[in-house]
């Protein structure tokens, strides 16, 4: 296992939790709170530098890009309507 995989797993254990639990109260719905969960991991993966910062920065970190992530959804479900197959026709 590589140290940025060891580092990732870390994270997800200390700090998944927590994201999940912003999530889920800011979606409202746990498939949305899911992949929120899942988009707030894989950009921490694609960060450089990121295994140098503390403990704190990191949980700020994540707790930060899971707000962003719930708003962007938020905001393109307000765009994108969704509308049931049996209206649409």
């Keep these: 296992m590589t140290e940025q995989e060891s580092f990732l797993r870390r994270a997800m254990e200390d700090h998944g939790p927590a994201v999940y639990r912003l999530a889920l109260c800011r979606t409202q719905s746990v498939p949305d709170a899911q992949d929120v969960y ?50 649409a026709a």
């Excluded at 905001?75 to 197959?85: C, E, K, N, Q, T």
């Design 38 to 87: 899942q988009d707030v991991f894989l950009r921490l993966l694609g960060q450089a530098e990121v295994t140098a910062w503390p403990q704190d920065r990191l949980r700020a970190w994540l707790l930060r890009v899971t707000l962003n992530r719930c708003a962007d959804l938020h905001r393109f479900r307000l765009r994108r309507p969704v509308v049931p197959l049996e209206e």
